[in-house]
């Protein structure tokens, strides 16, 4: 018994106090539109996108095959849904012309954004969040137009999850904006996403967050034959890639290599998603994206505005930008019945709890300030209200700095909170919560004086 009580000691002091037990609180509405994701619906839009032939960016913008049947296709479900959206919710293809570019262009073409945009009910709330996909597909050769190109993993899981998102979501409403985007374009060299990243910029949207899927529907490595269905990456950059060089001074004095906008942004995706999406781990990977290659996050994270990628844990090369033959034996070719749809289900589920929760959220507390006039062991923040919404309270967040996520939410109702913990010691962030739970984005304080 003894023994027991000291091996049991042991364990107590072994397991670090960072592994507190976290309270699951759901806000039921957004429970309610988890549940009606479906993959069924998942599964037939997958079908639907497959059935075009070829999405390659190059190929047919008429007739019944090709990008273009398939970007009128999607569009025709983004028209479907605006029309349970009371009139929230409107549908078009945001289109341009490009010229040859003597890279992955070699002839003008039509490109088109799909997009629906899901129009916040609040007046004062001028926040967008957008999640996109991309539409466009390949083989092995990135410049060929000709032959079959299923991408029903790449990217039709991406796009699929759009399209699904925009069915549940159109039927309700949201203080803030969401706009679901399948974009143009990606493996030519993420054009759509430049185009769309661009006009956020020129347009002074008010773009606090992108969630970009890509390949996010197999559970299964080729090589080193991983199979699960419970784990997806996040990637985020630490630094934004925007200005870095002008900013290096506050980064370094602040010590904040690990908190730009989108490494914020991505522990606060991991924190809602595990919260409303069972059996889901959110792996947090440090990078702005998977080693020497890209994605359509990144000319958003470019221009300064908090964007990650959500992609499998395990990707199968085997299926990636493959030319479909079968070869010693292994099939090639990236088709549907490659896919995990109850895995594909779970990542949806993960951008619709985010979505939801951010555009149900007041916006981010203003002007969060640490204060820096004396030297104390205390800390000392304080804020005024957010633009928009009704606020609750504010939880101010707290962690270690080797830490890799928040670790505890203090809880106020007042515009301000000192702690008995150094800001030495510890990095801090506020948000706003509202009445059902639902927090903004976490605000990092600058130092300054009340
Ligand atoms: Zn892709």
């Known amino acids: 018994m003894k023994q027991v009580f000291f091996l049991f000691s042991i364990l107590l002091l072994t397991i670090p106090n960072t592994h507190a037990q976290t309270v699951v609180q759901r806000d039921p509405a957004i ?70 570019d003597g890279r992955r262009i070699d002839k003008p073409v039509e490109m088109g954004n799909v997009m629906a945009t899901l129009k916040g009910t609040d007046p004062a709330d001028t926040r967008v969040f957008l999640v996109s996909g991309h539409i466009d597909s390949r083989v092995t050769d990135v410049m060929n137009r000709e032959s079959k190109a299923p991408g029903a993993n790449d990217d039709g899981s991406g796009t699929a999850a759009v399209i699904e998102l925009a069915r549940v979501m159109s039927k309700y409403s949201f203080p803030a904006t969401i706009v679901f985007v399948a974009v143009s374009g990606e493996e030519q060299g993420l054009l759509g996403a430049e185009h769309l990243a661009q006009r956020a910029l020129d347009e002074k949207w008010n773009l606090e967050a992108l969630l970009n899927n890509d390949i996010m529907g197999s559970n299964n490595s080729h090589d080193t034959r991983i199979i699960n269905n419970t784990v997806v990456r996040v990637f985020s950059e630490g630094l934004s890639g925007f200005e870095t060089d002008k900013r290096a001074a506050n980064v370094r004095q602040y010590g904040l290599e690990n908190d730009g906008k989108s490494r914020t942004l991505a522990r606060y995706v991991k924190e809602v998603g595990e919260r409303y999406v069972d059996n889901l781990e959110v792996r947090l990977i440090y990078r702005n994206d998977r080693y020497l290659r890209g994605g359509d996050h990144t000319p958003f994270v470019n221009r300064d505005f908090a964007a990650v990628r959500i992609t499998e844990m395990n990707e199968n090369f085997e299926h990636q930008h493959q030319d479909l033959r079968t070869e010693k034996g292994v099939e090639y070719g990236d088709y549907a019945k490659f896919m995990d749809f109850e895995y594909l289900h779970k990542n949806t589920a993960l951008n619709l709890a985010n979505l939801a929760n951010l555009a149900k959220a007041p916006g981010q507390p203003q002007n969060v300030t640490m204060e820096a006039r004396n030297l104390t062991n205390a800390t000392s923040l304080f804020w005024q209200a957010p633009k928009s919404g009704k606020v609750k309270g504010y939880y101010v967040l707290m962690r270690e700095t080797h830490w890799p996520f928040w670790q505890k939410k203090f809880f106020t109702d007042k515009l301000g909170l000192t702690l008995p913990y150094s800001k030495d010691n510890y990095f801090f962030a506020v948000q706003a919560v509202s009445e059902d739970g639902n927090e903004s984005l976490p605000v990092l304080p600058r130092p300054g004086m009340r």
């Open 31 to 100: 429970s309610q539109m988890v549940a009606e994701i479906s993959e069924d619906s998942l599964r037939a839009h997958i079908d639907g996108l497959v059935s075009f032939g070829t999405r390659h960016t190059l190929s047919a913008t008429t007739g019944p095959q090709g990008i273009g049947a398939a970007r009128r296709w999607t569009l025709g479900k983004f028209q479907q849904y605006a029309r349970q959206s009371g009139g929230r919710m409107t549908a078009t293809i945001d289109t341009w012309t490009l010229q040859p």
